[in-house]
């Protein structure tokens, strides 16, 4: 073989190997660059792990928040299921000695009175007394005794039919409802939990009393849960009250008494082609609520109770009570600082 050829295939070689050369480095380039992507996508992979391990762990954190929830719930549903029965109990208690208070203060009555007539006939036949029995008379006031002791009768009488209304307004409230819907006077469980609350509603040193005006319609006896429709009267009627002491805040008792807290009760029956409702407004003349509120304030477990003032579940559990059980509405229409009015539909067949 010539020189010429060999120089021929020397160059080819090198050149080969130059070739070989620029695609051993373009491979090491190639590996190193997916060494880099391996690491981003390690770095990546660990990070997401990590976040899922946190997702995972605020998840264990809040399921067993709500799990704490729906125990305490839970249990006081219990409580409130045991103080119904407990309430009622008690109530039925009370009617016992006040039966017999209520009982006798008749027959005393009619006593008190024919001695009194008696003590007439003695005064009528023996104008003349004796100088004893004239001051007996003077020192026991008998003239303001003749006066006042019918009196003290009838508000002892009037005090006891306050309690036998309390009893039966409780007794009424706190009854546990059965698997199937009853007939309920919708009116009469209104009535009783007003009676209930009077003590919120009453006058006392910071304001007024809260105006109760109550426009009822033609509401026949309906089907329904009347404990649980209790709770919802007690709820809005509660919140209304709250509503209106937060709006007189800071107020005088002149001020407020020109502007008096209303509390305006509207029932009427409501006719459609298909069903005939039973509508309830219950309306208040307080802060009002915000439009934000609004749209979440019959969410579960929505509140904006602060700490220590109630769970604030009020409106939800309502919510829950007149829809899901009684296939009716709940809606509400507030104006911020003009008031609020809750408005309740049910059918009555």
Known sequence: MEIVDYQKEINELKKANRIIQKQLERSEADR???????????????KVIAELKEYQNNLQERSHELEMMLFNLQIMQNKMSSLGSI?????HEINNPVGFIAGNLTPAQEYIQNLLNLIDLYQQTYPQTSQQIQETIKLMDLEYIREDLPKLISSMKEGTDRI?????????????????KVIFNLHEGIDNTLLILKHRLKDNKIRPAIQVIKNYGKLPPLPCFPGQLNQVFMNLLANAIDALEESISGLSFDEIEKNPNKITIHTATVQTQDTNYALIRIKDNGVGISADIQQKMFDHLFTTKPVGKGTGLGLSIAYQIIVQKHRGTLEVESVLGKGSEFIISIPIS
């Open 87 to 91: 309430v009622a109990d008690v109530a």
């Open 164 to 180: 036998y209304n309390i009893s039966k307004s409780l007794r009424t409230f706190s009854r546990s409802d059965t698997e199937q």
């Open 32 to 46: 190193v660059k997916l060494e880099e992507i391996n690491e981003k996508k390690e770095y990546l992979l660990r």
